[in-house]
């Protein structure tokens, strides 16, 4: 199996640039969005971290693949910040939220 040629290199660019990817934080991400985030990153950690694949974590966390990936990929607008907090208290049960 060798490199694919230009042509098929194109194709693939071409698919691949109507495709959404993984998103960033913004710099001026306000504290919501940046514990949101991070909270998104902490799932990720943790499935590589037990070597579980989106599946895999999908299954343990009680939600769709769809959903994982939108998680990993931080496309998280459909997701209430209570639901992300839910999730993450499935691996760190012991986490506890301290509001000021």
Request: one cysteine or more; proline letters at 4%; hydrophobic letters at 40%.
């Amino acid at each position: 199996m060798g490199f694919p040629s230009k042509k098929e290199l194109s194709k693939i660019r071409a698919k691949l640039s109507k495709k959404p990817g993984f998103l960033m934080l913004s710099p001026d991400a306000d504290e919501l969005a940046r514990f949101r985030f991070q909270i998104c990153q902490d799932l990720l950690k943790y499935s590589q971290q037990h070597e579980l694949s989106a599946v895999a974590m999908a299954k343990f966390l009680g939600i769709t693949k769809a959903d994982m990936s939108r998680i990993f990929n931080h496309r998280i607008t459909r997701f209430s910040t209570d639901k992300l907090i839910r999730l993450y208290s499935k691996i760190n049960p012991d986490y506890r939220l301290k509001v000021a």
